[in-house]
């Protein structure tokens, strides 16, 4: 049985950024505008008037400050609300394989590595931007890639089911090396003109290579182990599938965005994670006090907070639990993976840290990793 190790890691940020401001804004001119259209009917009591959103409740709520986009204008035009984000031929390369490749390079290079080096790609993420071929597959091509390649989607927990997976084979013996990334365009999944929502998301890819720990030159995290759990809820739910009505025949595509009972996520995610990475710990015979990091998924602040101080069994310190949801918002599967990509640098060999994603399924995974090198 072999050993595998993170040797590298990247992130591909999209260049637009919209602040609590700017998004709140352009919510409050859509919501103004439908309130005046429809006052008839808000008045005869047919139609429910549109509130205000507020930067103020987007902050105290979740944390976030700004998110990334790959379209800012279309989101923030409110006779839109939705970003602009043009059909592609099937002779151009797909949004999501190109944001992952940018990515991918990235990792590459930071551990030493080519194309060559890789055996597999797991393209893994909540939502994939067509049926087949897979994304995966298109993004092996352009890295020129041999061996093969996948898509995977666990929502939220993609990447650390990714990594499992990654971690698995390489340990049977049957790869080397794999990339795991996760481009997530939830910029295109969410609606915009929900005011209970519309704050929640950004877009960014993530990429990880992991390879045989076996004659590694520079810094690496050994994965010394991984936990994956899933159980049945419809409280973060996308509908979205080739079964459901086509466009034409439908007046009302919500159920085919995200759609979330966020309190109760909140309410029922929160022990499942907590438990999750006890018993993991547990498992492992870890100590609190022996970690030095928890790159958790990023949809919340104070669930974050609360997981924390939940593992570690104090506040934690600054930096010992970085969040990135406040530049970035929720970026689904991604979250963990840019807190661990670049709040991992700093640490010493032998320190241990452990990355953890969990939401839609719902679903939790946690990857414990040791610095080397
Ligand atoms: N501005 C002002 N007021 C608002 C706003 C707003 N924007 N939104 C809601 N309010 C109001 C509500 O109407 C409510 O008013 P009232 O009390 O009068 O009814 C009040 O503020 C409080 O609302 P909530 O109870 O909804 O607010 P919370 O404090 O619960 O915060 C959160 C809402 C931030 C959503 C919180 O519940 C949360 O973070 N929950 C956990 C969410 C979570 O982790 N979800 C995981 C989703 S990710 C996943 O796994 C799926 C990935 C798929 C990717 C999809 C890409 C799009």
Redesign the pocket.
């Known amino acids: 049985m072999y050993s595998a190790a993170i040797t590298g890691s990247g992130v591909f940020t999209p260049e637009h950024s919209i602040s609590n401001d700017e998004l709140?804004a352009a919510?409050n001119a859509y919501a103004d505008q439908f309130n005046a259209e429809n006052a008839a009917a808000i008045e005869a009591g047919t139609v429910t008037a549109k509130?205000?959103?507020?930067s103020d409740?987007?902050f105290a709520?979740?944390g976030i400050e700004r998110r990334y986009v790959l379209d800012k204008s279309g989101v923030l035009d409110p006779a839109r609300m939705f970003p602009s984000l043009p059909d592609r031929s099937d002779d151009e390369p797909s949004l999501m394989a190109e944001m992952a490749v940018d990515a991918a390079r990235t990792a590459l290079a930071q551990a030493g590595k080519t194309a060559a080096d890789v055996d597999a790609v797991i393209c893994a993420a909540?939502?994939h931007e067509r049926a087949y071929p897979a994304i995966a597959v298109e993004i092996q091509q352009m890295l020129e890639i041999d061996g093969f390649a996948f898509d995977m989607n666990v929502?939220?927990?993609s990447a650390t089911f990714g990594i499992q997976t990654a971690t698995d084979m390489i340990k049977s013996g049957s790869i080397c090396s794999a990339l795991v990334v996760c481009p997530?365009i939830?910029?295109?999944?969410?609606e915009w003109r929900d005011?209970?929502?519309?704050?929640?998301?950004g877009d960014v890819a993530t990429a990880l290579l992991i390879e045989r720990d076996e004659n590694l030159d520079g810094p690496h995290f050994k994965i010394k182990s991984t936990r994956l759990a899933t159980k049945f809820s419809n409280n973060?739910r996308?509908n979205n599938g080739f079964l459901r009505r086509t466009r034409d025949q439908m007046d009302d595509r919500r159920d085919m965005?995200?759609m979330?009972n966020?309190?109760k996520?909140?309410k029922e995610?929160l022990p499942m994670v907590s438990t999750h990475i006890a018993d993991h710990m547990a498992e492992e015979d870890l100590q609190a006090d022996a970690l030095k990091r928890l790159w958790l998924?990023q949809?919340?602040k104070?669930?974050n907070d609360y997981i924390g101080k939940k593992v570690l069994g104090r506040v934690p310190d600054a930096g010992e639990q970085p969040n990135i949801l406040q530049d970035y918002a929720?970026t689904?599967?991604a979250g963990s993976i840019i807190a661990f990509s670049k709040y991992s640098d700093d640490l010493a060999a032998g320190d241990f840290g452990l990355i953890c994603s969990?939401?839609?399924?719902y679903?939790v995974g946690s990857v414990i990793v040791e610095r080397s090198g």
């Open positions: 709140v919510f509130p205000h959103s507020s409740f987007i709520a979740s909540s939502n929502a939220c927990s997530e939830c910029s295109a999944h969410l005011r209970d929502c519309h704050f929640i998301f973060i996308n965005q995200f979330q966020g309190r996520v909140f995610v998924h949809a919340n104070t669930m929720n689904s599967s969990f939401g839609a399924g679903s």
